[in-house]
């Protein structure tokens, strides 16, 4: 009688990584409103924003904060767009940056920011008045080139 001693061989392969899809992250711009913007109190100001990832947009957690902390979140549409609105007093008097913030189910994040001023324009010139007299009312002076 004869024996046979099968071995088994047992083959190795080389393989490169597979990337998870979820293993890029998001990247956003904020399209508006433009860098050093300027509103008053009152204005309801919107910013909008683009978000791209390559997981579904339903997935990522959008949030927006500006010079005093959180202002909102938001969800971006199928295409990634995505927008927030706040009235002007909702925000620091004064200069302001405005940060979206995307973070997708793995803990990927991007970020954005802008910067605007609400309140008082940076930009305006006193004028300077003068009275008339004791109780009566000041009489403005533009001098116009």
Known sequence: MRCALLVPVLLLGCTEPVLNSSDQAPTLSIVAPQAETHFEVGDLIEFVAVVTDDRPMEELTLTWSGTLGLLGTSTADAEGNTFLAVL???????????????????????????????????????????????????????NSP
């Open 88 to 142: 002007g007093e909702e925000l620091l008097a004064g200069a302001n940056v405005v940060t979206l913030e995307a973070v997708d189910v793995a803990g990927n994040a991007a970020s954005d920011a802008v910067q605007i001023s609400v309140g008082a324009d940076p930009d305006a010139t006193t004028v300077p008045t003068t009275g008339t007299g004791v109780g009566e009312a000041p009489t403005l002076i533009i």
